[in-house]
């Protein structure tokens, strides 16, 4: 968590408000190696084919669970259909030992050469940073990521060179993918898109969350071999109106003033879930509120399970929270609302999951109740 909010004060040097008038964001890949490293051969091929995965599994789900992006192609690609890579070189050399091999700020110094020598306006685009310092067993060990619809983002990844050929029918944890950390990388980009840690409902069977555990911790907490990857209905409500996939970047800077009236929670016995219901207000109007539900001593913050509901006209929803902590414990609902500009917030004044609402519970045989 640390080194996320480390990430986020990297992302912005200037208010969003310096600069003007809403402008459309652009995802921006960055190959980034130390002097004394050249390229390998096969990268363009390779990063297209992540790109190609990459958005055949956000547009495939989002559309699975009911937000069908009006733009599902987010990457700039060349005449030939490969995207485009800024290639850069750190003024550090791996030999010196003065090019880090576990830092949080190459995403920043990638996207600054980058911006130098590709001469590349000051915007607030979406920056995936791949780093090469060599073939395994070298690696660039810091993956992290950050952003929001407003800001842009940043997400820095090591770029793991070995053979073979993706395919977006590919299991997200099979052997390559899971070789090549995959999973991980479109996580950290996930970051960058303004997408929050979400774990499993476990009811849907439908494998690992993209923006939940790592392969091998998902692995060991539900004792299983599981390989195949998911976007969960929550991470699709909030790409939904992320101007990349929308294709409009209006209001893209303003902050929703939301408020929350007549919040409860309603138990239901026999069914074995709960009901949180409300209405919300915003002068930037909500189409969904997700609530996700954290009992820190039961659930780390990759397993929190998301709930999501649609918004009724008259501003009130109703969220099932249908796999309830069955065991006694303390916990927070935390929860925020997707607004039409893509911007998620919980208190009308931030961005992103640190701004949710937040409403303290205990467990009883009874259901959730709520502490004052």
């Known amino acids: 968590m640390m080194r996320s909010l480390f990430l986020a004060v990297l992302l912005l040097s200037s208010p969003i408000s310096a600069f ?5 964001p652009r995802v921006q890949i960055v190959f980034l190696t130390p002097a004394d ?75 600054l050469l980058a911006m130098e020598k590709f001469k590349l306006p000051k915007t607030l685009d979406v920056w995936w940073v791949w780093v090469y310092v060599g073939d395994p067993p070298l ?21 793991t060179n070995l053979p073979g050929e993706i395919s977006v029918e590919d299991k997200l944890a099979g052997p390559l993918l899971k070789d090549l950390t995959l999973k991980g990388t479109i996580h950290e980009f996930g970051h960058a898109l303004g997408l929050p840690h979400n774990g499993p409902l ?37 790409l939904w109106k992320h101007p990349l996939f929308t294709g409009t970047a209006e209001r893209r800077y303003q902050i929703p003033k939301v408020e929350w009236h007549d919040l409860a929670v309603k138990n239901d016995r026999q069914q074995r879930v709960a009901h949180l219901t409300g ?15 954290t009992a820190p001593d039961v659930r780390t913050q990759y397993f929190q399970k998301p709930y999501v509901a649609r918004v009724e006209k008259d501003g009130t929803f109703d969220i099932t929270i249908s796999e309830p902590v069955s065991v006694q414990a303390k916990g927070v609902l935390k929860v925020v609302a997707c607004c039409e500009n893509g911007t998620m917030t919980g208190d009308g004044k931030k961005r992103g999951f640190g701004s949710a609402h937040e409403i303290k519970y205990q467990t009883s045989r009874t259901g959730y109740q709520l502490i004052k």
């Open 20 to 24: 003007g008038q809403a402008k459309m």
């Open 37 to 111: 490293v050249d390229a390998p051969t096969g990268v363009s091929r390779r990063l297209t084919q992540v790109a190609d995965y990459t958005e055949t599994m956000l547009v495939k789900w989002m559309k699975a669970w009911d937000y069908p992006p009006a733009r599902e192609q987010i990457f700039q690609r060349n005449a030939d259909g490969s995207v485009q890579v800024l290639f850069v070189k750190s003024p550090e050399t791996l030999a010196s030992g003065k090019f880090p091999l576990k830092d949080g700020n190459l995403s920043r110094k990638g996207k």
């Open 279 to 293: 209405r919300i207000t915003s002068n930037v109007p909500a189409h969904s509120i997700i609530v996700y539900d």
């Open 202 to 238: 476990i009811k849907e069977d439908l494998g690992m969350p993209l923006m939940g555990a790592t392969i091998a911790n998902y692995r060991r907490v539900m004792k299983n071999r599981e390989e195949r990857g998911y976007v969960t209905e929550a991470s699709a409500a909030i």
């Open 139 to 159: 690696k660039y060990s810091s993956y992290l990521g950050s952003g929001n619809a407003a800001a842009g983002g940043l997400s820095q990844v090591n770029y």
